[in-house]
C-alpha cells in the first residue's frame, strides 16, 4: 500500500484504503484522523512537543477493545498503522487481523533519539543518591544498633510512651 497522508481531503481515500474493515472501529477516515491527533497528543506528553521532533515514530492501532475472559474462539481486530513524517501523519498498513482474547493497546515504535528525548523528560522527576561503600553501610548500620537492641526496654512491642500508659 502507498502511504496515505491523514487529513480531511484524503478521507475517500482512507475510507476506499479501509474497504470492507467495517467491524468495530477503523471503517471511515475521521476516525483515523482521530488516531492520529491521539498519537500527538500521547507523543507530546511523552516530551516529543515539537512535529520535527515527533518525525519517524509509527504507532499501530488495533480494534475490538476488551472481551470477556471466558471467551475463547480467536476473533478478527483491524489494524491500523501510521507514520509521523515530516509533513504529517501518513497512513502505511490496514489488515485485518486473528487475536484470542483483548485486543492490543497502541502499540508506540519511537526512534533512538525520541527515546532519549523521553527517558531525559521522565528522569526530571528524581534524582539518584550515589551508591554507599560497604564500610559506610556497615558504619550506617552500627549507628542504628540501639533501635534494634532487643534488650533496650524501650524498643520491645508492648512499649508504649507514659502519657498512653496514664490514659489507658
Known amino acids: 500500500m502507498r502511504p496515505i497522508k491523514i487529513d480531511q481531503k484524503n478521507e475517500a481515500k482512507i475510507a476506499a484504503q479501509l474497504g470492507d474493515l467495517t467491524m468495530h472501529t477503523f471503517s ?9 491527533a491521539a ?8 516530551g516529543l512537543t515539537s512535529q520535527a521532533s515527533q518525525k519517524g515514530a509509527v504507532v499501530t492501532f488495533s480494534s475490538g477493545g476488551s472481551v470477556p475472559s471466558a471467551y475463547k474462539w480467536p476473533r478478527l481486530t483491524n489494524c491500523v498503522q501510521i507514520e509521523r513524517r515530516a509533513t504529517g501523519w501518513f497512513l502505511t498498513s490496514v489488515e485485518r487481523t486473528s487475536t484470542y482474547g483483548d485486543a492490543d493497546q497502541p502499540v508506540y515504535t519511537l526512534t533512538s533519539e525520541q527515546d532519549a528525548i523521553c527517558v531525559a523528560g521522565f528522569r526530571k522527576g528524581w534524582t539518584v543518591n550515589p551508591v554507599q561503600s560497604a564500610a559506610e553501610t556497615a558504619q550506617d548500620l552500627e549507628d542504628t544498633a540501639h533501635l534494634r537492641d532487643k534488650s533496650n526496654p524501650d524498643m520491645h512491642r508492648g512499649y508504649r510512651p507514659k502519657f498512653l500508659k496514664e490514659t489507658l
Open 28 to 36: 471511515q477516515g475521521y476516525q483515523v484522523r482521530d488516531l492520529a
Open 39 to 46: 498519537a500527538s497528543s500521547y507523543l507530546t506528553k511523552l
